[in-house]
């Protein structure tokens, strides 16, 4: 049985479950079955927001993630809390224009500086998450390019559809030039 | 990774699932006043019911907007109202009305954690004892639970569908963590799903409020002469307010035309009650948990088994008992202080020993392991 289990953890207004919910709908399209949970506090932005998504072939029960296959930080915070929780073969993608201090000894890190790309091509650091969702469609397979593009037109509104489709190539992109990418099999980590 | 078609199948919010469950359902009618974690449901409507030639209205309050769902409904359409813990109280006092007029609505109470205002983000399942006790007098509740997204489109249907037959409210008690969870969902079409609608009287008929167990009910606007009260009234709906007799029957006959038919109206999932040594009650949230615990249980060699308790109220009473037969142990998981609990203490008797397994605060779910722990706790 596969099982992928994935956190995105960042502040919120970062997009944080906006992400979680692009992936999980990517995998529903990739005809996978997919439980998508997020937690935020009663603030709108500022506080600790954490989103998760568990993709499988099988059935999903206990919808939350406790050790992660990939875990993707947004900012310091996010990185020192939920290191612990990382797989000893899982992925680590942070966001390396806000991260500062990002962990060594970690057999699969990727850093990329999602914010400072967002705000240089396209005006705007809110299409960051975009941006580093691209990137981890570059470093994995877990979900198809072709069904997170379309998860991402279908999920936001027509008018921005099209630039966040853009940031997704964008991140996928940097993330090919940072690194040479061969689409990491988790199954074979 | 592998590709099928995606015909029918939805990533929805438990909460999105309801509304689209809602409008499936005939329900024709919304009203609601914004609350974490329950607001995703008016928002969907809002945009959806007029697309259906359907009225979605925020109001003032919560006391306005179940007051304008039971006008809804004796207006002829199905009607919902969505909240969660601190609306729900301000709810109840219609609610109590709407029992005793006989009023078919849907109110869906997505339980965050109380009491007050206590942690309006984070989940919940306190609200239990209140949608069977919220209200005032001689009521008997209807109360439905799922555990996932598409349970809660199932259950928000078979909610109406109750609502309908028996002439009553009925609550969909969700919470907080199914609410907002996404899912992958395959949705049945809608030819296969079976809708109810109430029963409307004959052109000459005159009694709306007893002589049949489900009386028939007539609308605004339809010709009929027809009082609505909530004092005791007789089967014409003439007030009765200090009548013995009337009061008795009228009251009596409201709560029968549940508790008779509590067999029709509980569902459970159960799984290995016949065999097991320790048995769980679970459900809502909880029970996502107790899947895997069970799991993990039985590549240990436990004989486990539990009843999901997809009707709340009326209390799944049969199940629960068949369960105490055979397990000599029962483990509440709940994320409250025990309400479950005494119910299953009161079914299973001294026979069998009943353990709580309770969690409250920053909605952190009790996890798989700490179920197996307990089981493991209990075999010993």
């Given at each position: 049985m596969k099982r992928f289990e994935i956190r995105i953890a960042g502040l919120g207004g970062q997009g944080i479950v906006m992400i979680g919910q692009v992936i999980g709908r990517a995998a529903v399209y990739d005809g996978m079955n997919v439980v998508q949970t997020q937690s935020y506090g009663a603030e709108a932005r500022g506080s600790g927001a954490k989103s998760e998504v568990i993709i499988s072939d099988g059935k999903i029960g206990f919808p939350f993630v406790r050790k992660c296959d990939l875990l993707v930080a947004m900012n310091q915070e996010a990185v020192d809390k939920n290191l612990r929780d990382l797989k000893p073969s899982g992925v680590l993608i942070v966001d390396d224009s806000i991260v500062k201090s990002v962990p060594k000894n970690i057999k699969h890190a990727y850093a990329m500086p999602a914010t400072k790309i967002a705000e240089e091509a396209f005006g705007e650091k809110m299409y960051a998450n975009m941006v580093i969702l691209g990137a981890f469609v570059g470093i994995t397979s877990i979900v198809s390019e072709e069904s997170v593009e379309k998860a991402v037109a279908d999920t936001f509104p027509r008018k921005t559809a099209t630039l966040n489709v853009e940031a997704v190539k964008k991140g996928k992109e940097l993330a090919a030039s940072l690194y040479r990418l061969h689409s990491l099999d988790l199954n074979k980590l | 990774?592998?590709?099928?078609?995606?015909?029918?199948?939805?990533?929805?919010?438990?909460?999105?699932?309801?509304?689209?469950?809602?409008?499936?359902?005939?329900?024709?009618?919304?009203?609601?006043?914004?609350?974490?974690?329950?607001?995703?449901?008016?928002?969907?409507?809002?945009?959806?019911?007029?697309?259906?030639?359907?009225?979605?209205?925020?109001?003032?309050?919560?006391?306005?907007?179940?007051?304008?769902?039971?006008?809804?409904?004796?207006?002829?359409?199905?009607?919902?109202?969505?909240?969660?813990?601190?609306?729900?109280?301000?709810?109840?006092?219609?609610?109590?009305?709407?029992?005793?007029?006989?009023?078919?609505?849907?109110?869906?109470?997505?339980?965050?954690?109380?009491?007050?205002?206590?942690?309006?983000?984070?989940?919940?399942?306190?609200?239990?004892?209140?949608?069977?006790?919220?209200?005032?007098?001689?009521?008997?509740?209807?109360?439905?639970?799922?555990?996932?997204?598409?349970?809660?489109?199932?259950?928000?249907?078979?909610?109406?569908?109750?609502?309908?037959?028996?002439?009553?409210?009925?609550?969909?008690?969700?919470?907080?963590?199914?609410?907002?969870?996404?899912?992958?969902?395959?949705?049945?079409?809608?030819?296969?799903?079976?809708?109810?609608?109430?029963?409307?009287?004959?052109?000459?008929?005159?009694?709306?409020?007893?002589?049949?167990?489900?009386?028939?009910?007539?609308?605004?606007?339809?010709?009929?002469?027809?009082?609505?009260?909530?004092?005791?009234?007789?089967?014409?709906?003439?007030?009765?307010?200090?009548?013995?007799?009337?009061?008795?029957?009228?009251?009596?006959?409201?709560?029968?035309?549940?508790?008779?038919?509590?067999?029709?109206?509980?569902?459970?999932?159960?799984?290995?009650?016949?065999?097991?040594?320790?048995?769980?009650?679970?459900?809502?949230?909880?029970?996502?948990?107790?899947?895997?615990?069970?799991?993990?249980?039985?590549?240990?060699?436990?004989?486990?088994?539990?009843?999901?308790?997809?009707?709340?109220?009326?209390?799944?009473?049969?199940?629960?008992?068949?369960?105490?037969?055979?397990?000599?142990?029962?483990?509440?998981?709940?994320m409250n202080l025990k309400q479950v609990f005494y119910e299953v203490q009161r079914v299973a008797g001294d026979s069998t020993k009943v353990v709580p397994l309770n969690k409250i605060g920053g909605g952190v779910p009790i996890t798989p392991e700490e179920m197996l722990a307990k089981i493991e706790e209990e075999i010993r």
């Open positions: - | 990774m592998k590709k099928r078609s995606v015909e029918n199948v939805y990533f929805w919010q438990g909460n999105e699932a309801c509304a689209e469950a809602a409008l499936a359902a005939d329900c024709r009618f919304f009203a609601g006043y914004p609350i974490t974690p329950a607001s995703e449901i008016a928002e969907h409507l809002a945009r959806r019911l007029p697309q259906t030639g359907g009225v979605a209205l925020q109001m003032e309050d919560e006391l306005a907007a179940i007051g304008a769902v039971v006008g809804a409904s004796w207006a002829g359409a199905k009607a919902m109202t969505a909240t969660s813990g601190p609306g729900f109280d301000l709810m109840q006092e219609t609610i109590g009305w709407a029992f005793m007029t006989e009023t078919p609505c849907v109110i869906v109470d997505v339980q965050r954690l109380g009491p007050s205002t206590g942690q309006a983000t984070k989940c919940g399942q306190g609200d239990v004892m209140q949608a069977r006790w919220g209200t005032h007098g001689d009521y008997v509740a209807i109360a439905l639970s799922p555990n996932s997204v598409r349970e809660t489109f199932d259950l928000t249907i078979r909610a109406f569908n109750l609502a309908e037959k028996y002439r009553t409210p009925v609550v969909l008690l969700t919470d907080e963590e199914i609410a907002h969870m996404r899912e992958r969902v395959t949705v049945p079409f809608l030819e296969s799903m079976e809708i109810i609608n109430r029963r409307k009287p004959k052109p000459n008929e005159k009694m709306f409020f007893g002589s049949d167990e489900v009386p028939p009910m007539p609308s605004v606007g339809e010709g009929f002469d027809v009082a609505v009260t909530g004092s005791t009234h007789d089967e014409y709906g003439i007030r009765f307010t200090s009548d013995p007799d009337v009061h008795k029957r009228l009251v009596e006959r409201l709560n029968g035309k549940i508790l008779d038919h509590a067999e029709e109206i509980v569902e459970t999932e159960t799984y290995n009650i016949s065999k097991c040594e320790v048995g769980i009650v679970c459900f809502g949230c909880t029970s996502r948990s107790v899947y895997d615990a069970v799991e993990l249980a039985e590549a240990k060699g436990h004989k486990v088994g539990y009843v999901r308790l997809k009707t709340m109220w009326p209390f799944p009473e049969k199940t629960v008992k068949q369960l105490s037969k055979t397990a000599s142990k029962i483990i509440i998981p709940e």
